[in-house]
């Protein structure tokens, strides 16, 4: 079965199929077995794994829209091969994502931010602020007598809001 499936991978292909190519499948195919098979005990298996991938795909095959329909065949033989040795498909995910790391992907809590200034924490801290107080005054139950002062400065806060940067026109909006 997995001579036919990788027959549908190396049709993906914009390469001719040669030995080397051939030679590249059969470690593909040997390396998703053991990264299945090993799970749950061996977090090795994955690098080689997506080792294995980037060799037939290239560096950033996740990202890569000119061989998305190989990564999905191959994704469909990783699937099958996490199902016969019974992990659900929660677990294929959760390793298919793992594989992506180790092949380079960055998922958006990984990727570098740059250092936010005092004044743009300010800004972000001001319009949490304010939006409670306009979301306050939209209550059905108006503001409170603790609140008043809140709404009573409100006007200020959003010239400090202004002041930093921030448009004004985004306040209490709803996203």
């Known amino acids: ?27 593909l195919t040997a390396t998703r077995a ?11 298996n994955v690098g080689s794994y997506a080792d294995a991938i980037s060799a037939i795909f290239g ?3 996740y990202e890569n829209p000119a061989v998305r329909k190989g990564v999905k065949a191959e994704r469909e033989l990783f699937k099958r091969a996490m ?3 019974g992990h659900d498909e929660k677990i294929e995910r959760v390793y298919w994502l793992r594989v992506k790391k180790a092949a380079g992907y960055e998922t958006a809590g990984m990727k570098v931010k740059g250092a936010e200034t005092l004044d743009q924490k300010t800004m972000a801290g001001l319009k949490t602020i304010i939006n409670r107080i306009i979301a306050a005054e939209d209550s059905d ?8 002062v809140s709404c009573d400065n409100k006007k200020s806060l ?9 448009d ?6 709803k996203v």
């Not at 079965?1 to 470690?27: F, G, K, S």
């Not at 139950?141 to 008043?148: D, P, T």
């Not at 959003?158 to 921030?166: E, P, T, V």
Request: with cysteine; aromatic share 2%.
């Open 1 to 27: 079965m997995d001579t036919i499936m990788n027959t549908a991978v190396l049709d993906t292909l914009p390469v001719t199929v040669t030995d080397t190519v051939v030679t590249l499948m059969d470690a």
């Open 34 to 44: 053991a990264c299945a098979n090993g799970a749950s005990v061996d977090k090795l």
């Open 59 to 61: 560096n950033q095959w």
């Open 83 to 85: 199902a016969d040795i």
């Open 141 to 148: 139950e108006g503001v409170a007598e603790s609140g008043q």
């Open 158 to 166: 959003m010239d400090i809001f202004a002041d930093l940067g921030g």
């Open 168 to 173: 004004v026109l985004t306040l209490g909006a």
